[in-house]
């Protein structure tokens, strides 16, 4: 069928059929954080784009390529959000949360927006589970966070997932390994990929994860920043991966985790998954001493993660995962005649308000597809109702598993629902 309109490349819709599966999976991830103390935070859909472009980084591909931008009727230049924690900061800042609570610690479920170039596991309208602690300047803090997304996963049993961590050091010990990064770089330039090359000098840092194959090679040999960090930064990720330890999480060291928003400071790590294919990523973060600050607040410590729901969905249906997520209407009111119809539609109102969910014929159909139709939603009672019904003032109710079907008066429907 042609259709006049399709969604936009990049986009998806959440059909029906599929909604159930994420609201099992929203209300898993809302489980666990509240049992980490964790409170919901909500903020618009876009924000100034000056917000995004200081606070993710004018040369990051998610501000140079990516973003959504467009100017408003009045002039005003307005970005969809591509990710949380610039928003979470400038809500932080603005409501003044650091004024109520030493440590704000917050989590969200919502849809963000990159201009990517659309493939398994990368869309361009996506939407990310994440969570922030603003305030502390502790290991134990990050230690927390990383084990707040590993308990999500663990949660919903997913085997073979890789934790990752690095530290990406501070404006202290940064500068002076990237300069010994690039002296490593320089004879090797003419060999990298062409991104790579434009990376030179704009973010070296970022060579250290090209996908290139080639690249991956000259990288292999090349000095990592957890080797270079300062005192300060070293006791801070060494501390981290103690604490790591202690909480039994298996983790990984790995040089190469450096992420692609600038606003990372010591802890940077990814949750990856080899069910992936090439966007392995299931989540990322890290801490972000510096952002406040940035965004106009006074120097605050803060670190947090962000987690694709589209991939942990991929995930969950690669490994079989039981959503458990069939919702059910419990009863079908069939009418045999428009009396019957006129009842039923009294009745349903009823039983839902007493918590019982209903379906009712719209369609005037026969009986017969009426039955049809209640088999194939899976209800567990249809309730029958004619004139003959209403002359005798008792509903034939039929108990779809069992097959049994009894005369109920209309008085004692409820209770006879409810006690089975
Ligand atoms: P990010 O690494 O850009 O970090 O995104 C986090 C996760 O979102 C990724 O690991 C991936 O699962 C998912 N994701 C990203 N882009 C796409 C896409 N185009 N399609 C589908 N899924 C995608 C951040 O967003 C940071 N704000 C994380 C953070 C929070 N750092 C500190 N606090």
Redesign the pocket.
Known sequence: MTVSYRAIRGTKDILPIDSPKWQSVENTIRDVMHLWNYREIRTPAFEETGLFARGIGELTD?VAKEMYTLKDRSDTSITLKP???ASVVRAYLQNNLGKQLPLVKVYYIAA?F?Q?RPQA????Q?H?F?A?AIGSPYPEVDAELIGLSVAVYERFGIRNALLKVNSVGCPLCRPRYKELLKSYLKPLLPKLSEETQHRYESNPLRILDSKEESDREIIAGAPMIKDHLCTECADHFRTLQEQLGQMKLKFEVDGRIV???DYYTRTAY?IISPDLGS?D??????R?DLLVKELGGKETPA??????I??LLMVLEKQKYDFQAEVNVTVFLAATDDAGRAWSLERARELRAAGLACEVDLLKRSLKAQMKEADRQRVRFVIIVGDKELKDGAATVRNMKSGVQEQVKFDRILDHLKAR
Do not use: K, P, S
């Open positions: 998610i990710e949380m924690t963000m990159r990517e596991g990368r869309l361009r996506f990310q994440g922030e992420r692609g928003l990814e966007q990523a299931l989540a990322g973060g890290g972000y670190v947090g993660f962000a987690a694709g589209e991939r």
